[in-house]
């Protein structure tokens, strides 16, 4: 896993990539928020959902559930980078829209959205 720190208009927003899956539960979540909160200092995360475990997008799973709770617990804002046209669950596309409309986690489709997405997040 790499992090890298990028500051815009003084917020600093962190920008995690890795190669393979580094988030497959709540704990490798929280190793991550403790990492991106060492390293940088940044409360804000960008990563790939090539990153994260597809069960999070199986709502049913409640992965997604207990990752982001990991976030928000600790007052994360994230964006989440990605094709998400493979998707056809109906509750999974209104789980995206209604966090896109929040302030706190978005699913976006390009990593200039989501540095935008952050950087503009209250």
Do not use: W
Not at 36 to 57: H, L, M, S
Request: with cysteine; glycine share 4%; charged share 25%.
């Amino acid at each position: 896993m790499t992090i890298t720190r990028q500051a815009i208009h003084g917020i600093v927003i962190a920008l995690v990539s890795a190669d393979e899956v580094i988030m497959k539960d709540s704990d490798s979540a929280l190793d991550v928020v403790m990492s991106v909160q060492q390293e940088t200092g940044a409360n804000r995360i960008v990563f790939d959902k090539k990153n994260i475990a597809e069960d999070f997008f199986k709502l049913s799973s409640g992965l997604a559930g207990d990752i982001l709770e990991k976030f928000i617990t600790y007052r994360f804002k994230v964006a989440i980078v990605g094709d998400y046209s493979c998707y056809t669950s109906k509750p999974l596309h209104d789980f995206m829209y209604e966090s896109n409309i929040g302030n706190d986690i978005f699913f976006v489709t390009t990593k200039e959205d989501a540095i935008d997405k952050l950087a503009k997040a209250k």
